[in-house]
């Protein structure tokens, strides 16, 4: 079975200008008045948003590790059975995922090959000439499951640095479908968890059209329209399987510039088993509403808003209220702010919420990296206890106290490749969380 065609914009390496050729030829596509559709590989929060920005449609992650071949193929059937083309977007190189079996390893690789999908790579050139076509030719021979259908050049140095360039990839036999020359105008602004959220970055529908102007100018897209290939799906239709159980029937789910990180796909099943999502924003001193039976913190950037959230006495208090009844879960940065205190970037520490016993620090940075496999310890708003779940952490916070036991620690986590990590994040009467991002149930 298969729906609408697609493509996966890849690169070998993180940093080459992926996500600024996908947003420009998203932007350009759907003003052409193309049904275009965007999609990420891996777990990333932040560039679904700019490519539901430059499409005016949902994003979703797909990831060959963390979710099952149904639900992926259930997300790519939602999103392409409603396109005329899906432009995919990789994560950090082509091949780079972690050492599982073939086509689970959640590298973006694994996921071409399993729709069909030809990859359009993105080369940054800068620095190099001909010998840009030996990283191309590698690329294409690495996997024989996949086939790399073109390249796009990014960081031309000048037309001579372009025609050396393409003469090595025409010895290769690869087209070129276009090159940016290097311009700062192109570039998005960055924090240290990636992109400036898309609800953040200023004038963001100007620098969308700017980014479609250059790729139109730049890159034969009609020739790169082509070279689609219907999205090949494993499954015949069916019940769609749900990511994640919803928490509650009526959640209460933080949503602001502090709090953001909530998967797509996940919304969806949640929505799609029937349960209700109502949003607030603690930054806006508001408190989860009452009539709800369930609050759900995301992570985001608490880190950058602690002293407005520690002088939201409202949200705070309506907050601390819900628990005594009612369940509350925290991911990353809504942890954070259900412990004790958070440390800001300037070493300031501020009050959160109080509901667990754990404070953490900002200014004490620390890179947490990878895909976590957790298994519940306890019932709460992500199931029973034993249940498996999959997902992954990236923060640079660090816990700096905690009063941790067995009995009131979140869950207990490995890695991806089975190694123990102990236990994470903590669980106090109605209130859990943990720096745990959940992607699917497994």
């Given at each position: ?87 995919a977007e990789g994560s950090m190189g082509l091949f780079d ?16 090959a399993l729709f069909g999908w030809p990859v359009i790579l ?173 609050c759900w913190l995301p992570g985001g950037y608490p880190e ?139």
């Amino acid at each position: 079975m298969s729906v609408g065609p697609g493509l996966l914009v890849a690169a070998p390496r993180s940093g080459s200008g992926k996500t600024t050729i996908v947003l420009g030829l998203q932007r350009a596509l759907a003003r052409r008045g193309l049904r275009v559709r965007g999609m990420k590989c891996g777990p990333d929060y932040i560039d679904p948003a700019f490519h539901a920005a430059a499409t005016g449609a949902p994003s979703f992650n797909l990831d060959s590790f963390a979710m099952s071949p149904p639900l992926l193929d259930a997300l790519a059937s939602e999103a392409a059975g409603d396109a005329e083309l899906v432009i995919a977007e990789g994560s950090m190189g082509l091949f780079d995922g972690i050492c599982q079996e073939t086509g689970r390893t959640g590298a973006s690789a694994d996921i071409a090959a399993l729709f069909g999908w030809p990859v359009i790579l993105v080369l940054d050139v800068s620095g190099h000439a001909q010998s840009a076509a030996a990283v191309a030719l590698g690329c294409a021979r690495f996997d024989p499951r996949i086939e790399v259908a073109g390249v796009v050049l990014n960081k031309v140095a000048s037309e001579r640095h372009r025609r050396l360039v393409e003469d090595g990839m025409a010895r290769i036999g690869l087209p070129v479908l276009g090159a940016l020359m290097r311009s700062s105008d192109l570039t998005l602004p960055e924090r240290h968890l990636g992109l400036v959220q898309a609800g953040e970055t200023d004038e963001l529908d100007g620098r969308l059209e700017r980014l479609a102007d250059a790729v139109e100018t730049a890159l034969d897209i009609d020739r790169l329209i082509a070279m689609a290939r219907p999205t090949r799906l494993q499954s015949a239709g069916g019940a769609r399987p749900l990511p994640l159980p919803p928490p509650g029937q009526r959640i209460a789910l933080a949503t602001d510039q502090a709090f953001s990180f909530v998967y797509p796909h996940v919304l969806l099943g949640w929505r799609a088993a029937g349960a209700e999502i109502v949003t607030f924003s603690p930054l806006a001193n508001e408190p989860p509403p009452p009539d709800c039976d369930v609050c759900w913190l995301p992570g985001g950037y608490p880190e950058l808003h602690a002293g407005c959230i520690a002088g939201a006495a409202r949200f705070l208090d309506g907050l601390r209220r819900f628990a005594e009844s009612r369940t509350v879960h925290g991911e990353c940065g809504g942890y954070m702010v259900l412990g004790r205190s958070l440390e800001d970037g300037d070493g300031h520490a501020h009050a959160m919420a109080g509901l667990l016993p754990v404070e953490t620090s900002y200014a004490k940075r620390k890179m947490h990296l990878g895909y976590r496999v957790a298994h519940l310890l306890g019932d709460g708003a992500m199931g029973q206890a034993g249940r498996r779940l999959v997902g992954h952490e990236f923060h640079y916070a660090s816990v700096t106290q905690s009063d941790t036991s067995h009995e009131t620690a979140f869950a207990t986590i490995t890695d991806a490749e089975g190694n123990d990590l102990g236990t994470a994040g903590h669980r106090r009467g109605l209130v859990t969380g943990s720096f745990f991002h959940a992607i699917a149930h497994g």
